[in-house]
């Protein structure tokens, strides 16, 4: 029992060893601890930049896009025919779908 007599006082009181037990608790074995939140996050970064990147290169390509139809009435017809499904009054529209 030397052990215990040479511990300093201080370190033996309940209230420190239970902040102390909580601290250790809460970096290392709580779901939401340092470590495992930060690689979590990092993750979580890198996929929002990756989509972020992929989002900008979409705007990038709809304003060439919008900028093409501003100048050319022709592109501006085939766009509306072919994504709106539009047409002019005097033709049909037949739709043919693959059967699956």
């Known amino acids: 029992m030397k052990f215990l007599t040479r511990i300093p006082g201080w370190v033996?009181?309940?209230?420190v060893l239970t902040a102390a037990g909580f601290?250790?608790?809460?970096?290392?074995?709580?779901?939401?601890?340092l470590i495992t939140s930060h690689f979590r996050e990092r993750g979580e970064l890198n996929r929002l930049e990756k989509s972020k990147k992929y989002f900008e290169q979409q705007i990038?390509?709809?304003?060439?896009?919008?900028?093409?139809?501003?100048?050319?009435p022709a592109l501006l017809e085939k766009y509306?025919?072919?994504?709106?499904?539009?047409?002019?009054?005097?033709?049909?529209?037949?739709?043919?779908r693959d059967a699956q």
């Open 80 to 96: 509306a025919r072919e994504r709106y499904l539009m047409k002019r009054d005097n033709e049909d529209l037949f739709l043919v």
């Open 23 to 33: 601290v250790v608790w809460v970096l290392f074995f709580d779901s939401r601890d």
């Open 60 to 72: 990038a390509t709809t304003k060439q896009e919008l900028e093409q139809m501003k100048s050319n």
């Open 12 to 15: 033996k009181n309940k209230y």
